[in-house]
């Protein structure tokens, strides 16, 4: 769709679908990071439904994270449940938690939902503005980090393991100025590019995309079935930077419940076996928005494919990211 019509007309129409109560994920490990609230947290809950048999949650706050699995353990009292800490905005934090992914005996789903809207210019404490920190480099570097358990596992199963990550329809809606720029991601953490309101982080969930398309080439689909998603605009802590009301009209006016958008994330996860490289929104795979299909969206995508490798060779030197190097 992309369009802000085409938007409210699906937001109106489509009523997101819960995994089949058919389906098993007995005997599977599953990660999810942001579990602890919002979309992750029902998306966590509704695939320990499914009698998944480890459930990790990856959490920057472990207090919040054990009150979550509390809450989730009332209904699925079987699963075993982890909690994880993980914090984006911390290299260190990152490399721990990736080290201790390597040794998980197995890891068959991963779904990289954490994520924030800030409206406002702010830094992270590693310097970069803050929705390129969290949504694109922490994502990005968590998911180079969890590669190897994820192809492990494939190769013991002999079925691929499966990446996802929450990307949104506001990727389809920005004007991306910063693209022609020598060194794109600099350009982003300056204050004068940052532009109004939602622009900012809009144009971090179209890195998600383009970021997992590249990594998506660089991966076999027979050992990770790598895939974006679109949870549909939804009730949750997500719009609490928001000062208007605005937000509040069009939440009650069209918004999903905060489970219809977590069916979104485990469709994506669990289902579409070849939608690999592939954005999913309403629950099937569908083109991401025409830039990222261009010409010039393909040579976005490399350009901040090696910007991010670049930002992690200089920040992060203790990072697994030689496999990937040029
Ligand atoms: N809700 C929507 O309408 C909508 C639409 C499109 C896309 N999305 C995407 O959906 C995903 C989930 O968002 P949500 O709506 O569920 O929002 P949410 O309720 O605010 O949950 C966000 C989650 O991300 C975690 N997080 C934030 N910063 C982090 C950091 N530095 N390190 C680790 N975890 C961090 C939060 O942890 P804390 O609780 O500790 O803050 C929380 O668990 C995001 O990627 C968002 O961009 C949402």
């Not at 590693?126 to 994820?150: F, K, M």
């Not at 398309?213 to 679109?230: D, H, Q």
């Amino acid at each position: 769709m992309g369009g802000f019509f085409g938007f409210i007309w699906h937001q109106w129409t489509f009523t997101p679908k819960p995994l089949a109560a058919s389906k098993s994920l007995e005997g599977k490990t599953v990660l999810i990071t942001g579990g602890n609230i919002g979309l992750g947290f029902e998306a966590a809950k509704e695939l320990a439904s499914h009698r998944v048999s480890n459930l990790i949650m990856a959490v920057r706050d472990t207090k919040k994270g054990e009150t979550a699995k509390e809450a989730i353990l009332k209904e699925s009292p079987d699963v075993k449940i982890e909690i994880w800490e993980l914090d984006y905005d911390s290299y260190d934090s990152i490399i721990v938690f990736g080290e201790r992914v390597k040794t998980l005996e197995r890891l068959d789903y991963a779904l990289l939902n954490a994520g924030l809207k800030q409206m406002q210019y702010t830094t992270a404490k590693l310097g970069h503005e803050t929705n390129v920190q969290i949504n694109h480099l922490g994502t990005s570097l968590v998911s180079l980090q969890i590669l190897p358990a994820l192809e492990k596992t494939a190769k013991a199963t002999g079925k691929p393991s499966r990446l996802t990550i929450v990307s949104s329809e506001g990727h389809f809606w920005i004007p991306f100025n910063e693209r022609t720029a020598p060194n794109i991601l600099a350009k982003m953490d300056e204050k004068e590019t940052f532009g109004k309101q939602m622009n900012r982080y809009y144009t971090t969930k179209l890195l998600n995309v383009l970021w997992a398309r590249e990594l998506a080439t660089k991966i076999k689909k027979e050992e990770v079935v790598l895939n974006t998603v679109n949870p549909g605009f939804c009730y949750s802590g997500l719009h609490r930077h928001e000062k208007t009301g605005i937000i509040k009209i069009f939440l009650w006016a069209f918004g999903w419940t905060t489970q219809q958008g977590a069916h979104c994330l485990t469709d994506a996860l669990v289902e579409h076996e070849d939608s690999h490289g592939e954005y999913l929104s309403e629950q099937k795979v569908v083109p991401p928005s025409n830039f990222v299909l261009s010409d010039e969206g393909q040579k976005v995508q490399k350009k901040i494919w090696n910007e991010t490798l670049d930002v992690f060779k200089k920040e992060v030197p203790k990072a697994d990211i030689r496999s990937f190097e040029a």
